[in-house]
T-cell receptor, first 117, second 114 residues
Framework: NAGVTQTPKFRILKIGQSMTLQCTQDMNHNYMYWYRQDPGMGLKLIYY???????DKGEVPNGYNVSRSTTEDFPLRLELAAPSQTSVYFC????????????????FGPGTRLTVL | AQSVTQLDSQVPVFEEAPVELRCNYS??????LFWYVQYPNQGLQLLLK??????LVESINGFEAEFNKSQTSFHLRKPSVHISDTAEYFC????????????FGSGTRLQVQP
């Protein structure tokens, strides 16, 4: 199993450009998440999904959009890049079922380092 | 507001010395607690977790953490650290609100010196 994969690993954008960060998991997990990590800070939740076709906002959704057309894929879209979106982006997935399996660990991808100039 | 606080941003320690990384949380609902480790230029890996049962949980590489409900803490300890333990450590909680997403502390950088 590859686990959670993210592409690209690095990207430099100019202000106003758009891009899509790709995330794929092969563990048949129902929950998927996007986080951003700023220097010296913990991770902040951008968006999450509880299954194909269902997404919802996290703590810091402004400037981003997501879609979940399949169980495996959860792309993150930046429409008009701004310097404030310079960060490291992590995708994660987990399986949530009944009882204590509702709180299983999240598996993280290696991250995408994005710089907006 | 629900939050997770890691009191130390950096902890320098000599090899083979003991270490404690502190984590406190505030929540009015049930919580499920995790410690993640991030090695340089890598994603996060689960170190250990507390869901229920024994309040002392252990990892396979010698770390342990104890859930203290009265003090709302989940401190991470290791009796003897190695150079290879140098990394960023994040405390995180899932609060029982249905979202299942992690709320992270700001992280503690453990720097093990020879």
């Amino acid at each position: 199993n590859a686990g959670v994969t993210q592409t690209p690993k690095f990207r430099i954008l100019k202000i106003g450009q758009s891009m899509t960060l790709q995330c794929t998991q092969d563990m048949n997990h129902n929950y998927m998440y996007w986080y951003r990590q700023d220097p010296g800070m913990g991770l902040k939740l951008i968006y999450y999904s509880v299954g194909a076709g269902i997404t919802d906002k996290g703590e810091v959704p402004n400037g981003y959009n997501v879609s979940r057309s399949t169980t495996e894929d959860f792309p993150l879209r930046l429409e008009l890049a701004a310097p404030s979106q310079t960060s490291v982006y992590f995708c994660a997935s987990s399986y949530s079922g009944p009882g204590e399996s509702s709180y299983n660990e999240q598996f993280f991808g290696p991250g995408t380092r994005l710089t907006v100039l | 507001a629900q939050s997770v606080t890691q009191l130390d941003s950096q902890v320098p320690v000599f090899e083979e010395a003991p270490v404690e990384l502190r984590c406190n949380y505030s929540s009015s609902v049930s919580v499920y607690l995790f410690w993640y480790v991030q090695y340089p230029n890598q994603g996060l890996q689960l170190l250990l977790k507390y869901l229920s049962g024994s309040t002392l949980v252990e990892s396979i590489n010698g770390f342990e953490a104890e859930f203290n409900k009265s003090q709302t803490s989940f401190h991470l300890r290791k009796p003897s650290v190695h150079i290879s333990d140098t990394a960023e450590y994040f405390c995180a909680v899932i609060m029982d609100t249905g979202r299942r997403a992690l709320t992270f502390g700001s992280g503690t950088r453990l720097q093990v010196q020879p």
